[in-house]
Structures are given as C-alpha cells and as structure tokens.
C-alpha cells in the first residue's frame, strides 16, 4: 500500500461494526457480479468514528494489465500491485475535490462459494491493518447472492494473528501459533454489517415503490410491474449444483490439507533423523574425548555439534491454518444451505400432499 | 416509467438527422441501472454549501444499433455556476473518465446529469460539450439527464437528447433543443438481491438494515407468499359474497396460475423426496465429520506443542 506500513499504530478506537452506504452496496454488488467469475476487489473509503467504520464511497481496482494469462492470483493482490497503488492515489485525489472521504477503510472482493483463505488475502490485510488498524475486508459471495439474500461479509485479521505474524517475523512456527493462542478458526473476526440508506435514497426508493412508478403495462397482466417487486428467488428449488461444489470444493480442500499434512510430515521425519545423527555425534564425541584424554589431548566440547548440523526449518504452519479455516468455511456453508434446503423440502412434500 | 404516455416520442425528421451525422439513429429507449441514481444522489449530499445544482459525467453501454442507452454509472465534476457563466472542471472530467473507463473498459460515455429539472443556456453549453466531437459521445447525442433531489418535493428523473435548432451560428455553443426520451429503471438479477436489501430498509426510521441469513430470508419469503395468499383468498370469498363485483381478467389469471400446480403421484413424489432428503443428509454428515476431525486434529497438535 502506498502508506509506511513501518510503524503500527496506536489502537486508539477500534471499531466493532460496519455501517455500508446503500451506494457501496450496489456499486459492490455491480463490479463484482459483472466480473464474474474472475475475481475482483476494489477498495473503501470512509470514517471510522465512534467504533463504528462507516464505509462511504467504494471504487473498482482496473483488472491487471496481464489478466487473462496469468492466475487469479495477480487480480486477488491487486491492493498492494504498484500500478494499482498509483491508481488509488490518483482517484482519491480525484475524489477529494468532490468532498467524499479520502481515506481509505479496506477493500472489497469477490469470492466464489466463500473459498477466499489464501495468502493474499492474508497479505492484504497485513498491509491495510498496518496502516490503518480498523481496515476491513469485505467479502462478497456473488453465487450465494444470486441464489438468495446477499451474502456479504466484514472480515479483518485477529489481535491473536497479528501476534504470531508479529513474534514469529511472518513465519508461523509452531510454538508461534500456539503461545498466541491462535487457532484456524480465530485468523479472521468478522464484524457485524449494516446498511444505511441517506435521506435522499429512502426517498427514491419510495418513489420507485409508489403506483406513480408502476409502469402501465399489459392491462391483462396482474403480475407485478413496480420496480421494487418482491423477488422470491430464495424459493428457488434448483439446489443441487450448490451442494455438488461445495462438496467439491470441500474435498479439494481436504486434498490440499493432506499434501501440505505431508509437508509437515516430511519435516518431522527429517527433523527426527538430523537429531538422531545429533545423539550419534555426541556418543562419539563423547568416547573420543575419553580415549584424549587419556591421551592428554584437548578434548571437543559436546556442544559443538552446532558446527556440524543444522535443524531443518520448519515449514510455516500458515498453510495449515489457512486450508483449515477454508475447510470449516465450507462445512459451515453445507449446514446453513442444507438447514434451508430441508426446510424447503418438506414444505413441498407438505404443500403437495394437500393436493393429494 | 411515470413518464410513459405523458408525452408522445416522435423521431427527428429526417433533415435533421442530415444535419446531425446521416447515419446516427436517435437513442428510443434509456435504461437506467440504479446504482447510476444512487451515485447521483449521494453527490448531491456531497455538494458545496450554496450550490444549487451539481453535475457530473454518465457512463454506460449503447446497443449495436444505436437506439437503446444503458446507463450504468456516474462520477461527479466539480462546476462552479453563477447568474452570468457556468465553469466546469473538464480535466477533472477527463482524468477521471481515464481512470473509469481503466477499471471497467465496457463502460464507455454517453452524456451526463444534473440535480435540477430546470433546462437553461448553461445546460445547453453543457450538453455541446459532452456531444462534441472532441471529447464528447459524438457521432451518438448525448444524454441529458435531470433528477430532481430536493428533499421537500418527489424524486423525479427526466432524460433528454438534444438536437441543434437553426439559430445564428454564433449562438450555436449555447443553444440547443432538449427532446425528452423515454427511461425505464433495469437490474441485473445479481444486482436485483443488492437492492432488495437496500429497499427493505426504506421504511425504516433509522433507516438502516442488517443482512440476513439464507434461512431468515427464505421465512420472509415464505410470509410475503402466504400474505397474497391470504389477500387474493379473501379478494376472491368477497367475490363470491358478492360485496365486490367480480373481474373476469382477474379470475381467468388465477385459474391459469392454480393450473399450473404439478399433479404428482404421492408414492413417485415420497420416493424422489426420501431420495433427495438422503442426499443432503449425507453430504451434512460428510462435512461434520470433516469439521471434527479437524477440531481434534488441532487439539492433539495444541497439546503435542506444548508437552
């Protein structure tokens, strides 16, 4: 990010809720479901006052240059991409002339069935809450919200993360992770969000609603024309592709988790066969200072084994956390889903049955 | 929109088409996205003290052939106007329709807006510029559009084109015909869940609203469905007491909609129920287990840790 991310500075007052302009929303809602399924992020401006972060102007990050070509890795750190730092510097100054908060509060991304744990998610956040510790994420699952309600959320990193990130320089070892109490299901904390429409936008919304609106339509027609007509997607039957990749994603995780479980595997093993040389080293050294001595010859120091072998490093265990956290996302969203899924099914059985 | 049937849309004779560009057809039909209004109004809020009117630069598609505007979304310019000239900020404009047009490429100009319904010789100026040939939308006209965002009278939105009218040529810069064109208000169906939301909170004093989960937003729905139950029931058992004359459009629809309720055999409907219930319990397990197994892997490592 384009400020010194070098000092953290003092949690004067941290903020425990979102409050989101009904403008971000939609332009949020707009960038990120045209773009699908590439992922997107753009980034926040507001206030953060009275430990409430008020999110008040939002804009779309430009998709990198080379897009296309390269992974979806490139546009998810687009935040701390040096052409789109100019970018952000550029329009906040633009933005500042026509008095909308110049300061920025996070950013905003897309994701698709809630699968953004990654480092770069990580990484953004390290560097946004470096500058400024109330920043915040918001996530947008676009294929839950065309399913049903809008499936927003505000994340940030936890204390417990910024701690191990801190005493373990970035590496995560596992006494790290452990003496800060930090668990995969506590990286992020989520803040609760809510939506504040300005004076202006409950009057147009009014308007939209009132029978003046209505457009005049065919006269035979009872269905509904009002611009704001109730939409029951939510009862929406089609409800298997959703289950059948989450499933998928939900092994695809547990894939992942095994490979990087070999990893550590792999670590461990090396470790146990570099102290057992150790253990040997010692033994010898131990009966070759014996027979010295004898022979009145300096003798090696037993800790001198430190010259002779090196303890391989240990893997960070961010890897692990980070495929953990995703793993739970994914079973949390198969039981909220199944819970309504349920509910729908026997409301047809029920509903049909009366027909009977 | 309200404006439907309140004035009647003629397209231009053809001279002045001639006189425009020969091939450009005139836009029949602007689509407007809400978000573009929910721009427009927050900029209003965001206005100088004193100042009357604020405008700002309209973005969007136009459809191949010319004669369906979508506008999509709008960014304020700083103007300064007094009773005897108008200044705007065009470089502003420019720098920040490069910055626009970088982040969404589909987006290109297709006129601008102002928080007044009022039309004068500076709307006039404007309206050249943004249909110039330099920097504007020509050869396509510009679209005007005005939004009456005065909190003590309704929200209006009026769009307009402009033509040239056969004035002296000196007089040209700042003069020229605003014709009305009809606007309809259209959203993507993801879009369509966003506002939804936003709306939900429009009757609220505090006028603000959480998100909520799947299972509370499939109640709501399941409640508004069984309110129109309950009105068109209680419509139709006034009907047949005879306390309101009966509308045979209206009981042709319901016939036709009861109509379409499936007629399925209960066993086949228990056996796909039992089958698709097995499913879902299923995968609910599957993922329980995994979210377990996961809980004590991470407690056995805690305490392999610290032993």
Redesign the interface.
Known sequence: MAFPVTVLPELTTPVYSA?I???V???????T??A?PAAVC?LLLGLDANSVLQVT?A?????SESSGTTSSNDDASAPRSKANVR?QA??IR?LK????EANPVGYYMSSYLGGFFNQALVDNLVALQAANPNSIVLVHD?T?????????KAYRLSAQFLATNKASGGKFS??AV?KNNL??LDILEEL??????????????????SP??T??GD????VSTS??A??????DLAI?PY?EK??EF?LES?DDYYAEQGTFNYFQRQLAREQSKIQQWIQKTRSENALRERANLPTVSEDDWQKHFKFPTEPSRLDNLLI?AQ??Q??NQ????????????F???NG??I?? | MSNYGSFLHLSKPASMMTAHASSTPTPLNIIIHPQSLFSILDHTLRRNEGQERVIGTLLGQRSEDGTEIEIRSAFAVPHIESAAQVEIDMEYHKTMYNLYHKANPKEILVGWYATSLELNAFSALIQNFYSSVSDGTYPYPAVHLTMQADPSSDISIKTYISTNVGVLPDKISESCLFVPVPNELRYSESERSGLELVASAKNNESRDTSIISDIASLEKSIEEVIAMLDRVSAYVSSVQDGTTPGNVAIGKFLVANLSQAPKIDADELEKLFNSHLQDILLVVYLSNTIKTQMELFNGLKRTAVIS
């Open positions: 409050v302009d009904s403008g929303l939609l332009k949020l809602t707009k960038h479901s045209e699908f753009g102007h804009f779309p990050f430009p998709p970018y550029d329009m633009l002339e026509v008095n909308i676009v839950r919200s065309s399913q049903s309600s809008v499936s927003l596992s006494e452990v668990t995969y609760p969000i809510s939506i504040k429409n300005s004076h202006l936008a409950t009057a147009l919304l009014q308007h939209l609603d003046a609106f457009r005049k006269p035979t027609s009872f611009a704001l109730p939409n029951f997607d939510s009862l298997d289950l989450n499933v939900l547990v953990s793993i739970n994914y079973c198969i039981e909220e889903y199944s819970s309504v899924v349920s509910s729908k099914l409301a047809i059985q049909l049955d027909h009977n």
